[in-house]
């Protein structure tokens, strides 16, 4: 099984309309998630952080944590072109090292 | 502030050279780690230092190897390098290893294997 799991994609959506990317894990104890945002060619930098269970919101973007099902979602509000781009999701495990997820590619159609 | 300054930006090897490859962190960052991306794998993690130790290994083979000097700057090494090794390296910098840091990522090296 898999320890970060994604979504490949492509997740494709209308400019405007409401992007939700899924990510589950493995690992119980994990404690901190993140979301990266690659653009082609580019390297991962981070959008956003969570690390309790509810939603945290941070402009268009919302991360929402759910530890008891072990699944972390990234939504992006509005949309826009230049949205688009492949979404990473990250769970640093106990022992320092860092799970990254095969990552979402997201489509945002003008 | 400086980002992560990872050098060379391209490399072209042949089988059975090796390569090295240097990271730079960001000022005041002392954890540094390197991971390896592919089409299909996506993000490998490879291993992790933090005041020139290392403090965590991906499943890779012991040609993959690395060090961190007393300036928190870090060199990955691969030697005799195989197909399979062609693949952008990432090195990303935190303040401390593990838990709850956030990873600044460096433009990587792109590694192409003849």
């Known amino acids: 099984q898999k320890e970060v799991e994604q979504n490949s994609g492509p997740l494709s959506v209308p400019e405007g309309a409401i992007a939700s990317l899924n990510c589950t894990y493995s690992?119980?104890?994990?404690?901190?998630f993140f979301w990266y945002r690659q653009y082609s060619g580019k390297s991962p930098e981070l959008i956003m952080s969570?690390?309790?269970?509810g939603d945290k919101e941070d402009g268009r973007f919302t991360a929402q944590l759910n530890k008891a099902s072990q699944y972390v979602s990234l939504l992006i509000r509005d949309s826009q072109p230049s949205d688009s781009a492949t979404y990473l999701c990250a769970v640093p495990t106990g022992t320092y090292k860092y799970i990254f997820g095969t990552g979402t590619r997201l489509k945002v159609l003008a | 502030k400086a980002g992560v300054t990872q050098t060379p930006r391209y490399l072209i090897k042949t089988r059975g050279q090796q390569v090295t490859l240097s990271c730079s962190p960001i000022?005041?960052?002392?954890?540094v780690s390197w991971y390896q991306q592919t089409p299909g794998q996506g993000l490998q993690f490879l291993f992790e230092?933090?005041?020139?130790?290392?403090?965590n290994k991906g499943n890779f083979p012991g040609r993959f190897s690395g060090r961190q000097f007393s300036n928190s700057r870090s060199e990955m090494n691969v030697s005799t390098l195989e197909l399979g090794d062609s693949a952008l390296y990432l090195c990303a910098s935190s303040l401390q290893p593990g838990g709850s840091e956030k990873l600044f990522f460096g433009s990587g090296t792109q590694l192409s294997v003849l």
């Open positions: 690992d119980r104890v994990s404690q901190s």
């Open positions: 969570i690390y309790s269970n």
């Open positions: 000022s005041g960052h002392r954890s």
């Open positions: 230092y933090f005041s020139e130790t290392q403090r």
